[in-house]
């Protein structure tokens, strides 16, 4: 048990070997067009396509109602079987060519600024953005741009930067995002493991690579900025600081493949990994491929199961409940655990030479030698908190999630704003850490939530 601030994931099964492999062009793509899917955010998109349609993957599906004009490709060659408020349907007719991206270009860097941004739109690269750029004014308040290359959670300890195999591609994304981003100051964010990858003279003439804690949730945005720019990305009023712009290191991989290479924006790299995913590691995935296909073609038999499929990560994901799911933009991981309801007998007396407890009688604490299993159960029932402190220990941010819990249970939440729960960054490392299998985390989030109300409440009598 070393927790000040942190954790240190170590041999969990199911963890992603460092390998890209692609999956198979579905036989239907889904592109929901509701607030949960592709279409939820500004500007709105209306679709250049009708049912019965024939569309070539790269082909422009649906575009943006304003300007400047925002392009979003179909995933696959096929025919349109469905489109209407919920979505777009296409049946696919299995091939794998695509219609390259028009205007791209090996060197988008000799582009005037103006055009290169048009390219981003037209090859809705823009949209990997996590914000709203309509012109070249918006992008000039980013001054620090952060490449988000940090790994370190339960499944994702062996990810390696030259996982695409192509060498200059990074670098070319680089130069990319340096014409569209001119006066910003680039920053990647890197564990140790992986620095070599970024100490080249041609990535660190236009960018600074800083080493970052080799422990979960070193990645979570907030975190990162904090350590890279040493500045709140959202204030604890949750505004969002504009002058910095978060970005993942597989994006700009995505943004230099598009512009650079011309391949359209028609799939994700996702990491599918877990116990249930039969070669965990990086798949290529059309945007649209139901979560069924990958059930079909990566996860392992339900003898072995059943299992539980994570949208993101282990601690943090939401499990997909729908058969209409499907990949879209937004997805980086999946995660897939065994769905393990029924309570364990005489759980308390079994060595645990698999099991990641705090209760310190599992025999993995002291002999970590066989891979930790992951599952849904949270193998024992809630019990009063015996003031351990683990929670306090290990909360990344330097909170104290029992306290805070404390005041909540007490329906006097205001009170626990003094230990500042709106620094929360909803991590789910107290709950991990536990040893009475209390879900803090929540209780956490609910005081955060009360002080935003709060604030507003404030205001808005202002
Ligand atoms: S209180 Fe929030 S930030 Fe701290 S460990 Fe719990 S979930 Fe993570
Ligand atoms: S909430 Fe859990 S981890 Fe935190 S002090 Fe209580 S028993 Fe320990």
Same mark, same amino acid.
């Given at each position: ?122 090859? %809705?690269?823009?949209?990997? *953005?996590? $914000?709203?750029?309509?012109? @070249?004014?918006? #992008?000039?308040?980013?001054?620090? +741009? =952060? /490449? ?16 695409? %195999?192509?060498?200059?591609? *990074?670098? $070319?994304?680089?130069?990319? @995002?340096?014409? #569209?981003?001119?006066?910003?100051? +680039? =920053? /990647? ?274």
């Amino acid at each position: 048990m070393k927790f000040p601030g942190g954790y240190k994931f170590k041999n969990f099964e199911g963890m992603a070997e460092p390998i890209l492999r692609e999956l198979p062009v579905p036989e239907t793509v889904f592109i929901p067009l509701n607030e949960k899917g592709l279409i939820n955010q500004t500007p709105t998109f209306t679709p250049s396509i009708e049912k019965g349609d024939t569309v070539r993957a790269g082909e422009r599906l649906l575009q943006s109602d304003s300007e400047p004009l925002i392009s979003i490709a179909s995933p696959v060659n096929g025919t349109v079987t469905g489109c209407d408020e919920d979505g777009i349907t296409i049946s696919s007719d299995g091939t794998e060519g695509f219609e390259p991206v028009e205007g791209h270009t090996r060197a988008p860097w000799h582009l005037g600024r103006e055009d290169a941004f048009n390219l981003s739109c037209s090859s %809705g690269c823009i949209l990997l *953005f996590n $914000d709203s750029f309509s012109s @070249l004014s918006d #992008l000039d308040r980013v001054k620090h +741009i =952060i /490449i988000n290359a940090v790994h370190n959670s339960p499944l994702n300890q062996s990810w390696s930067p030259g996982i695409t %195999g192509d060498p200059n591609i *990074f670098y $070319d994304g680089i130069r990319t @995002l340096k014409v #569209l981003f001119p006066e910003s100051e +680039i =920053i /990647i964010a890197v564990n140790k493991r992986n620095m070599k990858f970024f100490n080249t003279p041609e990535i660190k003439e236009h960018a600074s690579a800083v080493i970052l804690s080799g422990r979960y949730p070193q990645e979570h945005p907030e975190l990162l900025s904090r350590d890279t720019v040493h500045k709140r990305l959202v204030s604890p009023e949750g505004v969002y600081d504009s002058s910095i712009l978060l970005i993942q290191f597989l994006d700009v991989i995505r943004i230099a493949e598009t512009m650079t290479r011309g391949r359209p924006f028609i799939d994700r790299i996702l990491m599918i990994a877990g116990p249930g995913v039969s070669r965990p590691g990086w798949y290529r995935v059309r945007i649209g491929t139901p979560f069924e296909a990958i059930r079909h073609h990566l996860l392992k038999s339900d003898d072995y199961g059943p299992w539980r499929i994570v949208r993101g990560g282990i601690l943090t994901g939401e499990s997909v409940v729908s058969p209409d799911a499907s990949v879209q933009p937004a997805d980086t991981e999946i995660s897939v655990i065994r769905e393990y309801a029924v309570r364990d007998l005489y759980r308390f007396i079994n060595p645990g030479f698999t099991y990641d407890s705090y209760s310190r009688t599992t025999a993995a604490e002291y002999i970590p030698l066989l891979p930790k299993q992951l599952d849904s159960n949270v193998h024992g029932g809630v019990r009063p908190c015996v003031q351990c402190n683990y929670c306090d220990e290990v909360c990344p941010v330097g909170i104290y999630p029992h306290l805070i819990r404390k005041y909540v249970v007490a329906d006097r939440a205001d009170e626990s704003f003094r230990f500042r729960p709106y620094d929360c960054i909803e991590c789910g490392l107290c709950d991990y850490v536990c040893p009475s299998k209390i879900d803090i985390a929540s209780d956490v989030v609910k005081a955060k939530e009360e002080y935003h109300t709060r604030r507003r409440e404030i205001e808005i009598s202002d």
